[in-house]
């Protein structure tokens, strides 16, 4: 993946902080995050593989944003533990363009299943009689197959921008991973067209499904408001809220990363945005639609008494 007219073959990544006495720390407090987040997603990952009642549009959807979650997060998350205690976190050029690559893969895909289940919510709440009908397996099939199109395109675009740039000397990137603002930085050529794809993509994958689930939600609430009893409102609240926390996590700090032009958001700033979404956000995913869900908890309590018994 090195253009023919770059003299770098490989990148120094400067990782998190330069702070010596802040390493080991910091080794270990993300080493256990990043065992949590392993822990978590693929436990639920089993949890909704072993349990047929949870085998419903939504689960099917929870089932593939936690296989997203893991792999985006193990692609970051092993390199960034390196640099806390490697002298120089080296990667090649082809490695570097690889990492952004399924980076940009994952985190796109995950922005697209959000708005995957916001309409499965819209239709489990707005049309419950034709649900079965509108969220067929076939139809979930095509919505995943949608969502991991655009994932794969938006990575494309991307990784085919910064691949086209020229990197003369400097090889330090001022971050712990990858990512396309820090390499835009260390082009010696100029870099206006390359911001501007990376705005216009990033545009996109962030705001369709932002449109999606808001207009998604606009309806759910209407229909909400229409429900008679106090009993059934506060279901379909719960119903959403795990869902709406998740997607005020995700696309809250994608936003504030990505929709600014990279002169106004200094890269330590960046830095911080880019840890929550690549390393909090799958993280709190699992523990919010875990400990928020009851079908979650009973299927749980079902698998431990059912390995109890064995």
Not at 86 to 97: E, R, T, V
Not at 107 to 112: D, Y
Not at 210 to 217: H, K
Not at 225 to 238: D, N, Q, W
Request: aromatic share 12%; proline share 4%.
């Amino acid at each position: 993946m090195t253009t023919k007219n770059s003299s770098v073959t490989e990148f120094i990544l400067s990782g998190l902080v330069d702070q010596p006495g802040l390493q080991i720390p910091l080794f270990f407090l993300f080493l256990c995050f990043y065992v949590i987040t392993v822990v978590w997603n693929l436990g639920l990952i089993t949890l909704i593989g072993l349990n047929s009642h949870l085998h419903t549009p939504m689960y099917f959807f929870l089932f593939n944003l936690s296989l997203i979650d893991f792999c985006y997060s193990t692609t970051i998350t092993p390199k960034m533990l390196m640099s806390f205690v490697s002298k120089k976190n080296i990667i090649l050029h082809a490695g570097c363009m690889t990492q952004l690559f399924f980076l940009c893969f994952f985190v796109i895909s995950e922005s697209f299943i959000l708005s995957a289940m916001a309409y499965d919510r819209y239709v489990a709440i707005c049309k419950p009689l034709v649900y079965t009908v509108m969220m067929s397996p076939q139809v979930c099939f095509l919505l995943l197959l949608g969502v991991y199109v655009m994932g794969c395109s938006g990575a494309v675009a991307h990784t085919g921008s910064i691949v086209s740039l020229t990197f003369c000397a400097d090889n330090l990137v001022n971050h712990f991973m990858c990512d396309i603002l820090p390499l835009l930085e260390l082009s010696c050529n100029s870099t206006y067209v390359n911001e501007l794809v990376v705005f216009i993509v990033a545009a996109i994958v962030i705001g369709v499904p932002i449109v999606t689930i808001f207009i998604s939600y606009t309806l759910i609430l209407s229909s909400i408001l229409h429900i008679s009893s106090t009993e059934g409102r506060s279901k379909a609240f719960r119903t959403c809220s795990s869902h709406i926390i998740v997607v005020s996590l995700f696309f809250g700090s994608g936003a504030f990363m990505y929709l600014k032009p990279p002169s106004l958001l200094p890269l330590d700033q960046g830095k911080v945005s880019s840890l929550f979404y690549t390393i909090v956000v799958p993280l709190l995913n699992p523990l919010i639609y875990s400990l928020r869900n009851k079908d979650v908890k009973i299927a749980l309590r079902k698998t431990l008494r059912r390995k109890t018994f064995f």
